[in-house]
């Protein structure tokens, strides 16, 4: 008898007219073979200028197998950690190398600290928080990147101060040869070395998301079982491959000169386990696919949200459910959706083979990431020499408005509502988007995201919203590599406060103050309109949101010429 109640490994359901649309690209893909290259390891699928990265890049295509051996070890280690009543599992990492284990804490109910952040107010919750329980896991690919350098630095000092030895409690993942392997050697603490052929982004299934997913409880084995299951289909020369069929129907269009669709929004459908996967989406294809002026832009939704409602949403935005099931009656109510069904082991792969299909029909390397060292390079540049003050073009109470590189009239602005109106007047109305970016405690503060829906509700176009420096690591790429079709609202809250980075000459205020200008002074570089409001409260930050609503209705209420 057939077994019919077996979960579907991984499915993608494509609406009808879509399918239609994008037949050629799937055609495509298909025969050019994408799927058994990758199989094979082939590094010559992006064309001579991609060669040389892809050939130390596509380890991720077998992370099931290849990962398969840390499992015991990790687990060995979490009952070593258990048995001292070492519990909390704290991760210091950026980007790739937390984004995944944030997913699979958030899928497997399991508790999971991540400091992904600059901001002084956020660490220090964590950071005063029961540290005679925690191990830190400090993960960082290339182990170089300052943000989780300082973590690490801060959370070792706390370690001593509170007479812990650091050597038994800070777990490195690393690539071998990195600075932080060596560090990790010398000062006696455990080092789990990663494939270095696996990019951060697509490191999902190898130790920097296994180990401190499998320390914090996570059932990292059936992670793995789940892709294993997922890949032999994803990697067939077959147009019934669902990540081909994916990959075709979100880049298929991203060039085409009439009715052009190169953004989507991704909502997690089943509202629990795969809540936080869209996260994790936008950074695997936005920093994959926005370069060289092209790109796919995912757009993290929740799932009633303007860009996945059937009224209202906007042609070059496609709707994208993920969900761990398949729900009959959640397809039939989101019809014009692309579905993307499976468990979460199978989601990763799934995604990786569509992002990486995805790079040949854009025509770019999928695994590069040639905009993310401008960021960087400008903070680091604002750190070495005293700041330099854009001047401000307003205040209002305890906000501080500028606008670097400025644009339009926003010069004249004499309120907070003109300028915000300003920089909305150069919102494209056919493929612009508006990138709101807040550098703050993105937990504490969580409920500022809440505004995003009702932006792009009132501007009538999508709208992305990233937590600075964490979205730098993320979605940064594509807003600046990318289409030139973002405007760019900048939230900084600015403290005073004192947490110091040890033997560094800049405390954590300073170094979140410079990552938002140096980014601003970036984007502004690149020609993108960029209003910055600066706050010395938390107060403030939701009101410049709620007064860029009302300026955005005014718009589109307002006369237009
Ligand atoms: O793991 P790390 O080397 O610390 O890198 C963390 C992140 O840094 C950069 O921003 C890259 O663009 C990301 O892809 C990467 O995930």
């Given at each position: 008898?057939t077994d019919t109640?077996?979960?579907?490994?991984?499915e993608?359901?494509?609406?009808?007219?879509v399918a239609?649309?994008?037949a050629a690209?799937?055609?495509?893909?298909v025969?050019?073979?994408?799927?058994s290259?990758?199989?094979?390891?082939?590094?010559t699928?992006?064309?001579?200028e991609?060669?040389a990265?892809?050939?130390?890049?596509?380890?991720?295509v077998?992370?099931?197998?290849?990962?398969?051996p840390?499992?015991?070890?990790?687990?060995?280690?979490?009952?070593?950690?258990?048995g001292?009543?070492?519990?909390r599992?704290?991760?210091?990492?950026?980007?790739?190398?937390?984004?995944?284990p944030?997913?699979?804490?958030?899928?497997?109910g399991?508790?999971?600290?991540?400091?992904d952040?600059?901001?002084?107010?956020?660490?220090?919750r964590?950071?005063d928080?029961?540290?005679?329980?925690?191990?830190?896991?400090v993960?960082?690919?290339?182990g170089s990147?300052?943000e989780?350098?300082?973590?690490?630095r801060?959370?070792?000092?706390?370690?001593r101060?509170?007479?812990?030895?650091?050597?038994?409690?800070i777990v490195i993942v690393?690539?071998p040869?990195?600075?932080?392997?060596?560090?990790?050697?010398?000062?006696?603490?455990?080092?789990?070395?990663a494939?270095?052929?696996?990019?951060?982004?697509?490191?999902?299934?190898?130790?920097?998301?296994?180990?401190?997913?499998?320390?914090?409880?996570?059932?990292?084995?059936?992670l793995?079982a789940?892709?294993?299951?997922?890949?032999?289909?994803?990697?067939?020369?077959?147009?019934?491959?669902?990540?081909?069929?994916?990959?075709a129907?979100?880049?298929?269009?991203?060039?085409?000169?009439?009715?052009?669709?190169?953004k989507?929004a991704?909502?997690?459908a089943?509202?629990?386990?795969?809540?936080?996967?869209?996260?994790?989406?936008e950074?695997?294809?936005?920093?994959?696919?926005?370069?060289?002026?092209?790109?796919?832009?995912?757009?993290?939704?929740?799932?009633?949200?303007?860009?996945?409602?059937?009224?209202?949403?906007?042609a070059?935005?496609?709707p994208?459910?993920v969900?761990?099931?398949?729900?009959?009656?959640?397809?039939?109510?989101?019809?014009d959706?692309?579905?993307?069904?499976?468990?979460?082991?199978?989601?990763?792969?799934?995604w990786?083979v569509?992002t990486?299909?995805?790079?040949?029909?854009l025509?770019?390397?999928?695994?590069?990431?040639?905009?993310?060292?401008?960021a960087?390079?400008?903070?680091r540049?604002l750190?070495?020499?005293?700041?330099?003050?854009?001047p401000?073009?307003?205040?209002?109470?305890?906000?501080?408005?500028?606008?670097?590189?400025?644009?339009g009239?926003?010069?004249e602005a004499?309120?907070?509502?003109?300028?915000?109106?300003?920089?909305?007047?150069?919102?494209?109305?056919?493929?612009?988007y508006?990138?709101?970016?807040?550098?703050?405690?993105?937990?504490?503060?969580?409920?500022?995201?809440?505004?995003?829906?009702?932006?792009?509700?009132?501007?009538?176009?999508p709208?992305?919203?990233?937590?600075?420096?964490?979205?730098?690591?993320?979605?940064?790429?594509?807003?600046k590599?990318?289409?030139a079709e973002?405007v760019f609202l900048?939230l900084?809250?600015?403290?005073d406060?004192?947490?110091?980075?040890?033997e560094?000459?800049?405390?954590f205020?300073r170094?979140?103050?410079?990552?938002a200008?140096?980014?601003?002074q970036v984007?502004a570089?690149?020609d993108?309109?960029?209003?910055?409001?600066?706050?010395?409260?938390?107060?403030?930050?939701?009101?410049?949101?709620?007064?860029?609503?009302?300026?955005?209705?005014?718009?589109?209420?307002?006369?237009?010429?």
């Amino acid at each position: 008898m057939t077994d019919t109640t077996a979960s579907t490994p991984f499915e993608v359901h494509v609406p009808e007219p879509v399918a239609r649309a994008t037949a050629a690209a799937l055609d495509r893909l298909v025969a050019d073979r994408v799927a058994s290259r990758l199989d094979a390891g082939d590094p010559t699928v992006w064309g001579p200028e991609a060669e040389a990265e892809a050939s130390i890049r596509l380890g991720w295509v077998h992370a099931d197998r290849v990962s398969a051996p840390l499992v015991d070890e990790i687990l060995a280690l979490r009952d070593e950690l258990r048995g001292q009543g070492v519990d909390r599992v704290v991760l210091a990492g950026m980007g790739g190398s937390s984004l995944a284990p944030e997913v699979i804490t958030i899928a497997a109910g399991v508790p999971l600290h991540v400091l992904d952040t600059t901001d002084p107010q956020q660490l220090r919750r964590v950071l005063d928080a029961d540290i005679e329980r925690t191990v830190l896991v400090v993960s960082s690919k290339s182990g170089s990147t300052l943000e989780t350098d300082s973590q690490r630095r801060a959370y070792e000092a706390a370690f001593r101060a509170a007479g812990i030895d650091p050597a038994g409690r800070i777990v490195i993942v690393t690539d071998p040869g990195s600075p932080l392997e060596a560090w990790g050697h010398d000062h006696g603490c455990r080092v789990f070395t990663a494939d270095p052929h696996v990019g951060g982004r697509y490191s999902a299934l190898t130790a920097f998301g296994l180990v401190p997913s499998g320390l914090a409880g996570a059932d990292i084995h059936g992670l793995l079982a789940e892709a294993g299951r997922a890949l032999p289909g994803l990697l067939a020369d077959d147009p019934a491959n669902p990540a081909l069929r994916l990959a075709a129907a979100l880049g298929g269009r991203a060039l085409a000169t009439a009715d052009r669709v190169d953004k989507f929004a991704v909502a997690c459908a089943d509202g629990g386990r795969l809540a936080d996967l869209p996260a994790w989406i936008e950074q695997l294809v936005a920093e994959s696919t926005g370069k060289q002026g092209v790109g796919v832009l995912p757009i993290a939704v929740a799932a009633g949200d303007l860009e996945v409602a059937a009224q209202g949403r906007t042609a070059d935005v496609q709707p994208v459910a993920v969900a761990d099931r398949t729900d009959a009656a959640a397809q039939a109510a989101l019809p014009d959706a692309v579905w993307v069904t499976g468990p979460l082991g199978a989601q990763f792969v799934g995604w990786e083979v569509a992002t990486a299909a995805m790079g040949l029909l854009l025509g770019i390397d999928p695994f590069d990431q040639p905009d993310v060292e401008s960021a960087k390079a400008a903070a680091r540049t604002l750190l070495e020499h005293p700041v330099e003050e854009t001047p401000a073009l307003l205040t209002d109470g305890t906000l501080t408005v500028s606008a670097p590189g400025e644009f339009g009239p926003v010069a004249e602005a004499a309120t907070l509502a003109d300028a915000l109106a300003a920089l909305f007047d150069q919102l494209d109305d056919t493929l612009g988007y508006v990138a709101v970016q807040v550098y703050a405690d993105r937990i504490g503060l969580g409920d500022l995201v809440s505004r995003r829906d009702a932006l792009a509700r009132a501007l009538g176009r999508p709208v992305t919203f990233g937590w600075g420096p964490r979205f730098l690591h993320s979605t940064g790429q594509y807003h600046k590599g990318g289409p030139a079709e973002g405007v760019f609202l900048q939230l900084t809250r600015v403290s005073d406060d004192p947490l110091a980075i040890p033997e560094r000459p800049f405390g954590f205020a300073r170094l979140i103050r410079a990552q938002a200008t140096g980014d601003a002074q970036v984007l502004a570089g690149h020609d993108l309109p960029v209003l910055r409001i600066e706050s010395t409260d938390d107060a403030g930050l939701a009101r410049a949101l709620d007064t860029a609503v009302t300026a955005a209705r005014s718009r589109r209420s307002g006369p237009r010429d």
